[in-house]
């Protein structure tokens, strides 16, 4: 066993595999056999120093391979730690892997698959990794107890954000993020089939190929980029063949059929409603590089059953040191001989209280590993005869010694045994993380001293194998057959006719033992976190009994491995504390993720500029060339307004806009306003059930404005509709309730009236509509309109609407409706038009100086015309708020009708809607402030009103404002004050009309 | 009269591109037409479907082709048939109107949709990407048309042959809804 200083490199990376001839690097502990290719090399890096591995290593295997033993700083201590398992739950063996901005932190080196070039680093040290300044934690131990945080920090109370929390900061965490933008992209998907099966060892690959061979579509996952699980790790044989052997064949079967996906590095995650499962998976992490392909993919499963077969964890038991560097869990041990060709140590004991870890001694005996002790707390006959061991009945390990890796171990009994790996067993702990996602408690079993699922299981989840407690090769065989065939019969599928696995049922006896008690060194129960059996009994103590509690105050569980190895042991010793049985104690609450997900899996594409769709309007790509500034309004882009050259400040710009369309005119997309299309013989009878006001006579080919309520009668929106035939309406709402509105539409019709005749479909992106606003606007548009259409002011008044052609043919809609106060249309194309119509209506309006105008020149118009819009229609607004509590019939019934007569809606003292203009011209108005009386404080009891919107009016030349006052249309030339506390300003303002122009509507006639 | 004309543009510009497996296309001469069965006039629409089309109107879920095999009819609601058929021109309406003599109610949805095709061994992994629902041919045989979600935007999808799938979704943001679908291709081919 070599421990040489890590950091002293040998070469660098690039030296040893740039030019092809990679130097042999000696791997002093790789055994001969396992699934691991001999024949080719791999070059790492390790903190700098170059090793090798084989194609089917993980990184752990080969750091074992190599000697390496000292992979990582504990999280609070300090501690050295190495390897423990050789699976997704270990919790010491975190690294860094890669570099610069693909840098990854707290990767668990059990998981990683070695490849060509890979290059990780040790983390959560300062100085080196052999001498950690911060190991000076480990010193002060004592006052770094369960809880210190609570405690120590508390006085005095200005050290806090100053002192102590900067501290606690820089000493917290373990990796290091690079503090670059990912560079890689991520993907999600989904996935169907009959039966899922999460995991592919014994259990699961005999469930696929049952469930399989039935017909059913099936999916089996695997966290591990080989399947087979334990088979892979044991010498037990299958049908006469190794266990890994039997797995490959059943892959190859599984690969063949066309009904199974088979999902390798992929774990499922979490267990959701309606059988969703979560399942990530890895898809180029085992590479160099992604090569532009998503790195991960975040699949929702969606599963009609599932057999979980994730098989146990297994347990250490709790001694004096027994964090050191070379104690590793038994099963591990054996696996990395057996599968790995690796042998952790040369000199290896064995601690265990079951006869599983009895394997453990055999497989590296017959391996030719020497094997110096194996020690059993039970007071039996030894289970095998190891040669040249000490064998221990009834005795343990007290202690450890070894300053960075073990070197002797202590036993209970006296004296000391040499060895520089100790596997540790203490038992096996069934995977039943899945079945408690929903909430499911799992339960005790006494003889395998172990919880297994319980029988409140998420719908449609059965659990077979080591997962269900059926700890025996054997019997997981069965068991993953026998729930595979219940879930694919229950699907109607016949299970065909096959023989089952066959393997023998070795011996998995146990007899439970959690700590050993002997001994004042501390025995660490969570690695990760740094949880020890002092710490476990301290809040015992202190009254923080609970499993929760007992979580919460001590971090046991709450680390990135999320307590796979501790749990059960801190509650057994809570237990003994306590006095109280296991059971009786309970285990935490499983939630998902079952192993880390990184957030950019969540995130998936929603990245950056791809966060979220957007919709663009017709007359998008035109309104670039010319140079418009964008507004987000909702999913669409909108031009706000259209800079021209010399102009440096948005009001230049928007301010012409307004002048030049009210001088002459200008042309606004007005696309995004909804449009349904509303047809059927009682279309008529059912927009006057939806609006407040009459639409039963309104004549083919007019237009009327409308508004619609809630049913608890606020305004919900309103827009206008338009008849274009007999039984053939569209009705426009705004932009931001289009959607909402259709859907409320749908409900009245399909759930409150469906004997109505009444057919309802959106139109919004079939038709690019324009407002040609201003006094030249008819001129303009007769240079457009086919000259068969007459639409001088006689034929074509206020409120027209037709279905017409324009430029020689083309079909259109025009409808004479103003939004601006001015003369003004709308005119729509169907949207392959409307690039076509934007550049033909700007070239016939050249002559009349038209101009594009965006969003905040609309909004100044209305403002200036006194129409409501969306910072007026909040939802707590109501019709007469509007100043049309008289536009609601009382002829008829609409929805809102009743609860709009409510006395608390007409109140004599309620809120209207009137227009507002500073005293002072020269003051600017702000939205938002409250209207507040003359010499009044400013305060809750005094506030009469608010300002709903402002804009600075071009034709009026100063500030004007829309609001809402108390008593509003009663008070005009009433002067109150607009008070923004937030904007620190207080203005007199005087009640006006809110039609600051044009208030007859006389321009609209004409 | 000006001599301004109109001139039409497909939402993608005629977008068609191959990649490994898939084939990507946009249809822009693909007319949608929607059909609205009168409430009460149930037989009378069953009728003036069958004599225009040879075949029975479609549940909802279901299309139909035409006997001549040119007009897709696609169930949408049980009061909602669209009529999808290749047709350049922006009269499409009057010509399901003259076929049905009124026997539906009709709105042009041509221009309200962005149509690709999606097509190629590897076109049902690449919508594994995007789309939640099972397009696995015994779950969704050709004929079977659904309404759905990809990357936000409400999408129609049809299959329209064994490796074949007709996607309609928002003509607005048919640019986002490409880049979606693109981005499904590239990540799997």
């Given amino acids: 066993m070599t421990d040489k200083p890590i950091n002293a490199p040998t070469a660098t990376l690039r030296e040893a595999h740039g030019g092809g001839s990679a130097t042999y690097v000696e791997q002093p502990n790789r055994l001969a056999g396992g699934l691991v290719d001999h024949g080719r090399a791999l070059n790492f890096d390790f903190d700098g120093r170059v090793l090798q591995g084989h194609p089917g290593d993980t990184l752990a295997s080969a750091l074992l391979a190599n000697g390496v033993r000292l992979v990582g700083r504990s999280f609070k201590y300090h501690r050295p730690r190495g390897i423990f398992t050789a699976g997704s739950e270990e919790p010491n063996a975190l690294v860094e892997l890669r570099r610069g901005a693909h840098q990854e932190p707290n990767t668990r080196a059990t998981t990683v698959e070695l490849f060509d070039g890979l290059e990780a680093g040790s983390q959560n040290y300062r100085g080196s990794l052999g001498f950690d300044l911060l190991a000076a934690n480990d010193l002060f131990s004592s006052f770094l107890s369960a809880g210190f945080y609570y405690k120590t920090f508390m006085w005095p109370q200005a050290f806090w954000e100053k002192v102590y929390e900067p501290l606690i900061r820089n000493s917290a965490g373990l990796g290091r993020l690079s503090g670059e933008p990912d560079p890689d992209s991520y993907d999600k998907g989904f996935l169907h089939c009959d039966v899922l099966v999460i995991g592919a060892g014994p259990a699961g690959l005999s469930a696929a190929l049952a469930a399989g061979r039935a017909g059913a579509r099936v999916i089996l996952a695997d966290e591990d980029f080989r399947p087979g699980g334990r088979l892979n790790a044991e010498t037990l044989e299958v049908d006469g063949m190794s266990g890994a052997d039997w797995a490959e064949r059943a892959v190859a079967e599984l690969a063949a059929m066309d009904n199974v996906r088979l999902m390798t590095r992929t774990t499922v995650h979490g267990v959701f409603d309606h059988g969703i499962f979560g399942a990530l998976e890895r898809c180029t992490d085992h590479l160099p590089t992604s090569g532009g392909k998503p790195r991960q993919v975040l699949w929702r499963l969606y599963t009609k059953r599932a057999v979980l077969c994730a098989g146990a964890t297994e347990r250490p038991i709790a001694f004096g040191d027994n964090d050191r560097p070379g104690v590793m869990l038994a099963g591990a041990v054996r696996a990395y001989a057996n599968r790995w060709a690796v042998t952790p140590g040369q000199r290896v004991a064995v601690f265990t209280n079951n006869d599983d870890g009895w394997r453990t001694a055999a497989d590296l005996s017959a391996r030719g590993v020497e094997v110096t002790a194996v020690v059993d707390p039970r007071n039996t006959q030894p289970r095998a005869e190891i040669p040249g061991a000490a064998i221990r009945m009834g005795d343990a390990v007290a202690g450890t010694r070894g300053r960075k890796g073990l070197k002797q171990i202590e036993l209970a009994s006296g004296g000391t045994i040499p060895a520089d790996c100790l596997a540790v067993s203490g038992g096996w702990n069934p995977n039943v993380h899945l079945t408690c996602h929903q909430r499911g408690r799992p339960e005790w079993r006494e003889d395998i001293a172990a919880f297994v699922p319980g029988k409140d299981l998420p719908v449609g989840l059965t659990v077979a194998g080591a997962a269900n407690g059926s700890l025996s090769l054997a019997a997981a065989l069965l068991d993953g057959e026998t729930r595979a065939r219940e879930a694919v019969e229950s699907l109607g599928f016949k299970p065909a006719k096959h023989t089952p696995a066959k393997a023998e049922d070795e011996a998995v006896e146990l007899t439970p033992f959690w700590h050993v008690k002997k001994g004042r060194a501390r025995a660490w129960v969570d690695h990760q976190n740094d949880v020890t059996v002092k710490d476990v009994k301290l809040a015992h103590q202190e009254g923080f009994r609970a499993v929760e509690h007992l979580k919460r105050y001590t971090t046991l569980g709450m680390a990135t491995d999320q307590g796979k190895t501790a749990n059960v042991l801190g509650l057994a010793i809570m237990a003994e504390c306590t006095g109280k049985s296991i059971p009786e104690t309970g285990t935490t609450i499983f939630r998902p993720p079952y192993s880390p997900v990184p957030i950019g899996a969540f995130a998936g594409r929603s990245r950056g500029k791809d966060f979220r769709p957007f919709r663009l309007t017709p007359s998008h790509h035109w309104a670039e060339e010319q140079g418009a500034v964008f507004v987000e309004t909702g999913a669409w882009l909108r031009a706000q307004w259209f800079p021209r050259p010399g102009e440096t400040h948005w009001r230049q710009s928007v301010d012409r806009e307004v002048e030049m369309t009210r001088g002459s005119v200008g042309i606004c997309d007005v696309t995004t306003l909804g449009k349904v299309d509303i047809q059927g013989r009682d279309a008529a009878e059912f927009l006057n059930k939806v609006y407040i006001n009459g639409f039963a006579k309104l004549a083919v080919g007019k237009t009327r404005y409308g508004l619609m309520l809630r049913e608890d009668g606020m305004a919900m929106d309103d827009g206008t509709t338009a008849r274009l035939g007999e039984t053939h309406y569209v009705m426009t709402t705004t932009t931001a309730n289009a959607g909402g509105v259709f859907r409320h539409l749908e409900f009245c019709r399909q759930c409150l009236w469906p004997d109505l005749d009444v057919h309802l479909i959106s139109t919004t992106d079939g038709w690019a509509q324009y407002a040609v606003a201003g006094p030249n606007s008819r001129n303009l548009l007769r240079k457009i309109v086919d000259p068969e259409f007459d639409i001088s002011n006689e034929a074509f008044p206020f409120m027209a609407c037709a279905e017409i052609t324009v430029c020689g043919g083309t079909p259109a809609r025009l409808f004479r409706i103003s939004f601006s106060g001015e003369l003004a249309y709308e005119i729509a194309v169907p949207a392959r038009y409307g690039d076509s119509m934007i550049r033909a209506l700007m070239a016939a309006g050249e002559e009349f100086d038209v101009v594009p105008y965006g969003t905040e020149a609309l909004g100044v118009m209305r403002i200036e015309k006194g129409h409501a819009a969306g910072n007026e229609l909040t939802g707590q607004i109501s019709a007469q708020n509007l100043g049309m509590g008289r536009m609601v019939s009382k002829k008829k019934d609409c929805i809102g009708n009743k609860l709009s007569e409510r006395p608390e809606m007409n109140r004599e003292d309620g809120l209207r809607m009137v227009g507002f203009r500073p005293v002072d011209r020269s003051r600017s108005l702000t939205a938002g402030a409250h209207f507040i009386p003359r010499g009044a404080v400013a305060s809750m009891e005094t506030d009469e009103g608010w300002m709903t919107s402002v804009a600075y009016s071009p034709e009026l030349g100063h500030s004007i404002g829309l609001g809402f006052i108390k008593r509003g249309s009663e008070r005009m030339g009433d002067i109150v004050r607009a008070v923004d506390l937030v904007g620190d300003s207080d203005i007199e303002v005087e009640i006006v009309s809110p039609h600051f122009v044009d208030p007859e509507g006389e321009r609209l006639r004409v | ?189």
């Avoid at chain 2, 949805?109 to 015994?138: F, K, M, N, Y």
């Fill in chain 2, 1 to 189: 009269m000006s001599d301004l004309t109109l001139t039409p543009a497909p939402a993608l510009g005629g977008y068609r591109e191959r990649f490994e497996g898939v084939q990507l296309e946009e249809l822009p001469n693909l007319a949608i037409v929607s059909i609205a069965t009168p409430r009460g006039g149930e037989a009378e629409f069953a009728a003036a479907i069958e004599k225009a089309f040879g075949v029975a109107a479609p549940k909802p879920g279901h299309s139909s082709l035409s006997k001549d095999g040119r007009t897709r009819l696609v169930g949408m609601a049980p009061d909602q048939t669209f009529a999808v058929f290749t047709h350049d021109g922006p009269d499409a309406r009057q010509v399901i109107d003259g076929a049905l003599d009124g026997a539906g109610y009709t709105t042009d949805q041509t221009d309200v949709w962005v149509s690709l095709r999606i097509d190629g061994p590897r076109a049902h992994t690449a919508l594994e990407r995007i789309c939640p629902i099972d397009l696995h041919p015994d779950a969704f045989p050709e004929g079977r048309a659904a309404r759905t979600v990809m990357e936000h935007l409400g999408t129609i999808v049809l299959r329209d042959g064994a490796d074949s799938f007709l996607l309609l979704s928002a003509h607005s943001s048919a640019e986002s809804f490409l880049h979606a679908v693109e981005t499904s291709i590239r990540n799997v081919t």
